[in-house]
């Protein structure tokens, strides 16, 4: 895998927006958790909330111009997903965002 600086976060937003399942928290601590504003957490308390596959956090249009809410104190799995990565590419290619 090659990680590329080519993928500009801010005018994609696919990874956020990809899968309700994957903004789950893992590792994160109770503290790290507590930061997180409460009408971003899902209900179970597993992971971020979500408004069918977009995390609430994310504010903009995938593909256009987008930001994250909480973006300073994001989950881990957030953090994980770097530009370019395997994740990345998967939730590019759902949104038609990478380029042939």
Do not use: H, K
């Not at 399942?21 to 507590?34: G, H, V």
């Amino acid at each position: 895998m090659t990680l590329s600086n080519d993928f500009d976060c801010q005018s994609c937003g696919a990874c956020c927006s990809f899968s309700a399942d994957w903004p789950r928290f893992s590792m994160e601590s109770e503290a790290a958790l507590d930061l997180l504003p409460a009408r971003f957490v899902a209900a179970d308390e597993g992971g971020m909330r979500c408004e069918g596959s977009r995390c609430s956090a994310l504010s903009g249009q995938v593909g256009v111009g987008t930001s994250c809410m909480v973006y300073d104190i994001r989950p881990d799995v957030c953090r994980e997903c770097l530009p370019g990565d395997d994740a990345c590419l998967i939730a590019r290619d759902a949104f038609a965002l990478n380029s042939a």
